[in-house]
């Protein structure tokens, strides 16, 4: 069965400015986010991509662009399933704001339960992605081959849901995974058991260098926005 690979979103303006942006219409890349986005073709170069397929969101049809400049072989296929979790009321608020609602504490420690007010469960989030996945491996396997490899562009909390299902880890747990903005998460399907071969990757270390502020022991709704 095909490989996954799997890229966050470059930064955001959300990112940097504190918000859930969830799908609020026109949260673009940041100066930041689009230099990564540039950078993406090269990091990727030495892949045989076979579809690429994208969120419907503006940001991640930014950061799939320039891959897709460079290889106009590539028609990019847009599926709502890997789209940002539907945060509702919560939409387009501070994340610090949002820390101090009751339902922060479910989203953190009990995520199977929480359901956004106004939106969707965590649990439908992880169910339409994982959906969307088994449809495109096997849809990428009938027109390309066992070994094709196929790239998706989605969000934090999708990808996060998606590397906890490969792994056979509960909903739960999900929390415990971080992947930074434009990060590269590859996943290795086979007929009996997929396998995690890359989580995160950035190449770049310098988010791991202790900050000034020690991080928060919570994980961050939506995605931290990676290195300063």
Same mark, same amino acid.
């Given at each position: 069965? /095909?490989?996954?690979?799997?890229?966050?979103?470059?930064?955001?303006? +959300?990112?940097?400015?504190?918000?859930?942006?969830?799908?609020? /219409?026109?949260?673009?890349?940041?100066?930041?986010?689009?230099?990564?986005?540039?950078?993406?073709?090269?990091?990727?170069?030495?892949?045989?991509?076979?579809?690429?397929?994208? @969120?419907?969101?503006?940001?991640?049809?930014?950061?799939?662009?320039?891959?897709?400049?460079?290889?106009?072989?590539?028609?990019?296929?847009?599926?709502?399933?890997?789209?940002?979790?539907?945060?509702?009321?919560?939409?387009?608020?501070?994340?610090?704001?949002?820390?101090?609602?009751?339902?922060?504490?479910?989203?953190? =420690?009990?995520?199977?339960?929480?359901?956004?007010?106004?939106?969707?469960?965590?649990?439908?989030?992880?169910?339409? =992605?994982?959906? =969307?996945?088994?449809?495109?491996?096997?849809?990428?396997?009938?027109?390309?081959?066992?070994?094709?490899?196929?790239?998706?562009?989605?969000?934090?909390?999708?990808?996060?849901?998606?590397? +906890?299902? +490969?792994?056979?880890?509960?909903?739960?747990?999900?929390?415990?995974? @971080?992947?930074?903005?434009?990060?590269?998460?590859?996943?290795?399907?086979?007929?009996?058991?997929?396998?995690?071969?890359?989580?995160?990757?950035?190449?770049?270390?310098?988010?791991?260098?202790?900050?000034?502020?020690?991080?928060?022991?919570?994980?961050?709704?939506?995605?931290? =926005?990676? +290195? /300063?």
């Amino acid at each position: 069965m /095909p490989t996954l690979i799997l890229v966050r979103h470059g930064r955001s303006t +959300a990112n940097t400015s504190g918000v859930l942006a969830g799908w609020t /219409p026109g949260v673009a890349l940041d100066e930041r986010g689009a230099a990564q986005a540039a950078a993406l073709p090269g990091r990727l170069a030495g892949l045989p991509i076979s579809e690429v397929v994208t @969120s419907p969101l503006q940001r991640c049809q930014e950061t799939i662009q320039p891959l897709l400049d460079a290889r106009p072989e590539l028609s990019p296929h847009t599926d709502e399933r890997i789209g940002e979790a539907h945060y509702g009321d919560w939409s387009g608020r501070k994340l610090a704001e949002l820390n101090d609602e009751p339902l922060m504490q479910v989203v953190q =420690a009990y995520p199977s339960a929480a359901v956004f007010p106004g939106g969707e469960s965590m649990r439908a989030m992880q169910d339409r =992605a994982v959906a =969307a996945v088994r449809e495109w491996n096997a849809r990428v396997e009938r027109d390309h081959g066992a070994d094709a490899v196929y790239v998706m562009c989605s969000h934090g909390d999708i990808i996060k849901s998606l590397v +906890a299902d +490969a792994l056979g880890l509960h909903l739960d747990l999900f929390q415990r995974v @971080s992947v930074e903005p434009c990060s590269i998460t590859a996943i290795r399907f086979t007929r009996l058991r997929p396998f995690l071969v890359r989580l995160g990757d950035t190449g770049d270390f310098a988010s791991l260098a202790p900050r000034e502020e020690p991080p928060s022991p919570d994980a961050p709704v939506g995605g931290d =926005a990676g +290195a /300063p």
